[in-house]
């Protein structure tokens, strides 16, 4: 009788990552009672926004906890899925994870840097602030999405393409969501800057999408 080799993967830093981003969630909601409910309800409703957005800070300690709970939910969903789809050897998975994490950080960093860069250099830097806050806090919200996804696939729906391919479409959901009610309430100051607005779109929106589509196809 034969002995089979079996590799055992061990979920320990995974649960632990789990089990950070649900401290980091309830602070939020400890810390910011009434900013949580409202922003629960975000795509349904936009009592957030309108409370919070025109006096939006990257500074307050709400949006910066969300904020860390979306980098760090979007990198271990990267993660469950490059490892659906490919095969990542045991020795490489956290290392792989960490590197995701900080990919994903500096990503955010350098794309919010450059449009408030441009926002300053075309003079709409209240402007591109308000947009950047918006657009930033369903990117947030969606990744509640992730968060209940990777859990289900990490110890209950393993491997499973299909929530992977339901949970890209809510994700994506929600932000178009967002991105119709920042044209509706932003229209009368797009139709003022809509060149600065394209340019904004073309450089700092659709680029980097095609650039990261473009290398995921090579």
Same mark, same amino acid.
């Given at each position: 009788?034969?002995?089979?080799?079996?590799?055992?993967?061990?979920?320990?830093?995974?649960?632990?990552?789990?089990?950070?981003?649900?401290?980091?969630?309830?602070?939020?909601?400890?810390?910011? *009672?009434?900013?949580?409910?409202?922003?629960?309800?975000?795509?349904? !409703? !936009?009592?957030? %926004?309108?409370?919070?957005?025109?006096?939006?800070?990257?500074?307050?300690?709400?949006?910066?906890?969300?904020?860390?709970? *979306?980098?760090?939910?979007?990198?271990?969903?990267?993660?469950?899925?490059?490892?659906?789809?490919?095969?990542?050897?045991?020795? *490489?998975?956290?290392?792989?994870?960490?590197?995701?994490?900080?990919?994903?950080?500096?990503?955010?960093?350098?794309?919010?840097?450059?449009?408030?860069?441009?926002?300053?250099?075309?003079?709409?830097?209240?402007?591109?602030?308000?947009?950047?806050?918006?657009?930033?806090?369903?990117?947030?919200? @969606? @990744?509640?999405?992730?968060?209940?996804?990777?859990?289900?696939?990490?110890?209950?729906?393993?491997?499973?393409?299909?929530?992977?391919?339901?949970?890209?479409? %809510?994700?994506? %959901?929600?932000?178009?969501?967002?991105?119709?009610?920042?044209?509706?309430?932003?229209? /009368?100051?797009?139709?003022?800057?809509?060149?600065?607005?394209?340019?904004?779109?073309?450089?700092?929106?659709?680029?980097?999408?095609?650039?990261?589509?473009?290398?995921? /196809?090579?």
């Amino acid at each position: 009788m034969n002995a089979l080799e079996r590799t055992f993967i061990s979920l320990d830093w995974m649960t632990l990552t789990l089990c950070f981003v649900l401290i980091l969630i309830t602070l939020a909601k400890y810390l910011f *009672q009434n900013k949580f409910v409202n922003f629960i309800v975000l795509p349904f !409703n !936009n009592k957030y %926004l309108i409370v919070y957005g025109k006096k939006s800070s990257w500074f307050d300690g709400f949006h910066i906890l969300m904020t860390f709970f *979306q980098i760090v939910n979007l990198a271990l969903f990267i993660f469950l899925v490059l490892d659906t789809f490919t095969e990542i050897l045991p020795e *490489q998975r956290l290392g792989l994870f960490f590197t995701l994490i900080i990919c994903v950080f500096i990503f955010h960093f350098f794309k919010v840097t450059l449009q408030m860069g441009k926002g300053f250099v075309f003079n709409t830097q209240k402007l591109i602030n308000e947009l950047i806050y918006t657009k930033q806090t369903y990117f947030n919200h @969606s @990744s509640l999405v992730l968060f209940g996804s990777n859990i289900l696939l990490i110890y209950v729906l393993e491997h499973s393409k299909t929530l992977i391919y339901v949970t890209i479409l %809510l994700f994506i %959901l929600i932000n178009a969501i967002g991105l119709a009610k920042l044209l509706k309430n932003y229209q /009368k100051d797009f139709l003022g800057h809509l060149f600065y607005f394209i340019l904004y779109l073309c450089t700092l929106e659709i680029a980097p999408l095609v650039l990261i589509g473009g290398y995921l /196809k090579g």
